[in-house]
């Protein structure tokens, strides 16, 4: 036993005393023993000497401050800080004094000499800034025992073979593709140890399924040193070849973002690694792989996700892992919201486990240019979580580091940090240059051995590995590398897409498809009426028990008036009783901004919550989980497309707070929501609900910018501009509850998924003219959509105004005060895909129409306008007139009277034109 441990252990014994029995364990609480409870822990200072007292601190300054002085930095340009906690005169001790401890005679210098050695060493850990005592104790004494752990001979030359053959697989790219960008492992290759223990003694701690995001850094590597990525895949994406079949539609991405999955198998049991792809926006995958993750433990049915398994966690059977670049992480502000997620209900995984390459720079930015903090892991005490640091250049530190952080997070369920200090062989990329900007820094690297190469020196001199044998190894990588090269043209592509959980399914069609999402009505009133039934005892608030639950049932038994909110929760409790799941998540969406769902009820005397559509049959094996969230748009919109491509037999949505504020989270449907198909084979059938409309409500509370989302439609042209349902995404404007409802059923009864964006309403949640029957969700119907104008005479029609969303009612409203007979009002209700054959149809019923009007509330350069107007006058032949707001630089007026006068203004265009 150290030294400092038998001090400990002399004095925690004087002074803390326990109100029951002391539990021993031989692996947990740096004293020897921890209370059963905390709250048995009671100090008595009385019984601690001063001296006692002095060393005690001593210890703890140790303990919390030691990482500052570690020797983390692998060049060694950086001057180790003199920190003045861990000076032994503050605390009046003289480090040459003696004390018997034990029976011993030894000096206080000795026991300074182990702290410094066990805390300011290669690997360095924070961990005294966490909240809980035990989890304190419990890393002191983990940590400390981890310091003296052996690495075994097998796994140091394991871990040598891949580092030599990374750095080898480098040398050759450089050789044969000197012009590719591959941001390789060069400098980082310390990285293998965490990799290859990670994967080795996952299944120890019974994990069955690993997540993995990673950015560009070392990721070739890794691909095809562990995760049997076929290098010939690799050498034909650098020859500028695609990675997709001829019969697979989709555009590809670039070298960096190729992923991966496979299977560790061991006697032990099986674990799959799942590697996401990923943007270039750094970090924007994190919530990504967080909801991934959840949702793949959903699968599982382990931890608390809605089934529960007696005795699971979460995280039980799933370990979401994270790695990072330390300017990117420090620099993102995703990385603080997704972390923000990790221990909030509806979000938690049981703790992420987080890799930083730390190259002490980003791009051309050093560590005090990119950062405020003084290391990179520093938002880890934000979440209460630890951070271990490691010496690069020390790669047996990080195999270390590594079980201690995984045996953390399996036992405390929370995120951990590893910070692997290293640095960058070549620039931000190997066509890069970082002399321009870092001169000193690669004075030292360009002097320097690798990082293989001095570990294999290491492993020489300890006669575990020859230097014949580390040229065998360069040897026989460089001929199987060769092999792979030379067969780059007689490849082909492959792409395991629409496996898993995923067979059955395919691609979306090219044409235009219809779906029966209908369903019988003696169902949905049984739906209806049980989605407002509370159980007995329940104490309902009087007001939502009046206005929503009687008021509902009402409208089941007529079969009439079914609003927004009462059709979504039909087509919500139809799916799940054919064994779909449902998961809503946005701000509030439990009660919804504009109190139409109710979707949980809440005991006005207990604050106890009650889903009724959890609790529509006995036996019931789908559920909806509705997860109220934390003001976050992007970390929330991702983790919600990563549970969308998990299982397809989801519904999965998210709800804009108002539609407007979409844009927080811009960069996940730029990178993923719109692309992630066409460039990794990824269906995604997320649903996103953008409360949109113009009422007065001025700007960022009017406009869901549905333009941006057609500005990102793809569309296959050819000769005609009609869009299939293989578009990247779906783009919808419903005006009646019956159409929201197919809508929604549609997203998982289609054998294919896309994105759907619904442009939802506000003041037509409750509007008379949008309630729909029962009839018109019964078997047999469908989406529309285009909605046709029922017209008395329609062979009087001189004029047709097509509209999308509410504006159609104040148009027909006015019509029908003018008394107007020659003009027909037709709603686009889908708008990408384009619904050419329908429209074609619709427009037979006017043969004598010679006007076509588009009229919308939006702005001119907002709204459908620019997506439809070329649309119906290359595909149709119709040159539409414009009514609408002129173009403006925001998206509507915020005073009342101006908002009036521009409404009365379109509709007499409209009217006029």
């Keep these: 036993m150290p030294l400092y441990h038998r001090l400990q252990t002399l004095i925690a014994r004087q002074c803390l005393k326990l109100k029951s029995h002391r539990t021993y364990y031989s692996d947990v609480g740096t004293f020897g023993y921890v209370p059963e409870r905390t709250s048995d822990f009671v100090p008595n200072v009385q019984d601690i000497t001063p001296e006692e007292s002095r060393r005690l601190h001593l210890i703890n300054a140790y303990r919390r401050y030691g990482y500052l002085k570690a020797k983390l930095d692998p060049l060694q340009i950086k001057n180790i800080q003199n920190v003045l906690e861990l000076n032994p005169d503050i605390y009046g001790i003289d480090i040459n004094s003696e004390e018997i401890i034990n029976g011993k005679n030894v000096t206080v210098k000795t026991l300074v000499e182990q ?19 035990e989890e304190r104790q419990w890393f002191s004494q983990a940590f400390e025992k981890t310091k003296m752990e052996e690495v075994t001979k097998d796994e140091k030359l ?13 040398n050759f790219l450089a050789l044969k593709f000197p012009t590719v960008k591959r941001y390789g492992c060069e400098g980082a290759e310390s990285m293998f140890g965490f990799f290859n223990e990670m994967f080795q003694i996952s299944h120890q701690k019974e994990i069955q399924q690993i997540i993995l995001c990673m950015a560009h850094r070392g990721r070739l590597n890794l691909l095809v040193e562990l995760m049997q990525f076929p290098v010939i895949q690799m050498f034909r994406k650098m020859r500028g070849k695609t990675e997709f079949p001829e019969e697979v539609q989709g555009a590809g991405d670039v070298l960096s973002h190729l992923t991966s999955s496979f299977d560790i198998i061991s006697n032990e049991g099986k674990v799959h690694v799942t590697m996401l792809p990923n943007p270039s926006h750094l970090e924007a995958v994190n919530p990504v792989a967080v909801g991934k993750s959840r949702a793949r433990a959903r699968t599982l049915k382990v931890g608390d996700y809605g089934d529960v398994k007696d005795g699971s966690r979460v995280g039980d059977g799933v370990l979401c892992v994270q790695i990072h670049g330390d300017g990117a992480f420090t620099g993102q502000g995703v990385v603080w919201e997704t972390l923000a997620l990790s221990q909030c209900p509806h979000f938690r995984v049981g703790g992420s486990l987080h890799l930083i390459t730390n190259n002490q720079v980003a791009f051309t930015a050093e560590a005090h240019i990119g950062r405020s903090s003084t290391h990179c892991t520093d938002l880890c005490k934000a979440i209460d979580a630890p951070a271990i640091h ?13 079980r201690l952080a995984l045996e953390y997070r399996q036992r405390f369920r929370k995120d951990i940090f590893i910070n692997l200090v290293c640095f960058r062989r070549w620039g931000h990329n190997e066509l890069d240059d970082p002399r321009f900007t870092q001169p000193v820094m690669y004075k030292e690297i360009d002097t320097r051995p690798s990082i293989p190469d001095k570990y294999a020196t290491q492993l020489i001199n300890e006669g575990i590995l020859s230097e014949e044998e580390k040229k065998q190894i360069i040897e026989e990588h460089t001929e199987n590398l060769l092999k ?34 209908g369903v019988d009505a003696d169902l949905l009133r049984y739906v209806g009426e049980a989605s407002v039934k509370a159980p007995s005892g329940f104490n309902l608030n009087k007001h939502l028990q009046k206005t929503h639950c009687e008021a509902r049932i009402s409208k089941m038994i007529n079969g009439e008036g079914i609003d927004w909110g009462t059709a979504e929760a039909l087509a919500f409790g139809s799916l799940l009783l054919q064994e779909y799941d449902v998961r809503i998540s946005g701000q509030d969406v439990g009660r919804a901004t504009f109190s139409h769902r109710h979707a949980m009820l809440v005991d006005q005397e207990t604050d106890k919550i009650y889903i009724p559509l959890n609790n529509l049959k006995n036996d019931q094996k789908n559920f909806i989980e509705i997860a109220n969230n934390l003001l976050s748009e992007e970390a929330i919109l991702g983790f919600e497309y990563g549970y969308s491509i998990e299982h397809p037999k989801r519904l999965c949505i998210w709800e804009a707070q108002f539609g407007d504020f979409f844009n927080g989270a811009q960069i996940i449907i730029d990178t993923f929501i719109a692309s992630g198909e066409s460039k990794w084979l990824l269906q995604s059938g997320l649903v996103l609900l953008l409360p949109h409309g ?4 001025g700007p960022e509370h009017s406009s869901c910018r549905m333009e941006r989302f057609l500005q990102l439609c793809d569309s296959h042209e050819d000769q005609n501009p009609a869009d299939g349902d293989n578009v990247n995404m779906h783009v919808v404007n419903p005006t009646t509850s019956a159409q929201y409802f197919h809508i929604l059923r549609k997203q998982v009864i289609a054998p294919y998924r896309k994105p759907l964006i619904v442009v939802a309403p506000k003041i037509l949640l409750r509007h008379p003219m949008a309630a729909s029957k029962l009839s018109d969700m019964s078997p047999g119907t469908s989406f529309q959509p285009v909605i046709s104008d029922n017209v008395v005479k329609p062979e009087n029609i001189r004029k047709v105004v097509f509209v999308s969303g509410k504006h159609a009612f104040a148009l027909m409203k006015e019509r029908d005060e003018r008394k107007i007979e020659d003009i027909a009002i037709i709603r686009l209700e889908g708008i990408c895909p384009f ?4 429209l074609r149809n619709v427009l037979k019923l006017f043969p004598k129409a010679s006007k076509y009007v588009w009229s919308q509330e939006e702005p001119r350069n907002a709204g459908c306008y620019n997506f439809v107007s070329r649309r119906f006058e290359e595909a149709l032949g119709l040159k539409l007139s414009y009514a609408g707001r002129k173009e403006i630089a925001w998206t509507a007026s915020a005073i009342g009277e101006i908002h009036q006068k521009e409404h009365l203004s379109v509709i007499e265009d409209t009217f006029n034109a």
């Design 158 to 170: 394991k871990l040598v073979k891949l580092m030599i053959k990374s750095q080898n697989f480098d």
């Design 484 to 517: 792979e090269f030379r067969s780059i043209e007689q490849s082909t592509p492959q792409a395991k897409h629409l496996e898993g959980n995923w067979q059955g399914f395919q691609q979306a069609p090219k044409a235009y498809t219809k779906w029966d999402t």
């Design 694 to 697: 113009f009422d007065g409500a």
């Design 390 to 402: 490691v010496n690069g250049d020390y790669p047996e530190d990080l195999i270390r580091a590594t």
């Design 835 to 838: 619904p050419i054959e329908d």
């Design 115 to 133: 702290l410094e050695s066990i805390y300011c060493g290669t690997i360095a850990a924070e961990f005294m800034h966490l909240n809980s005592w």
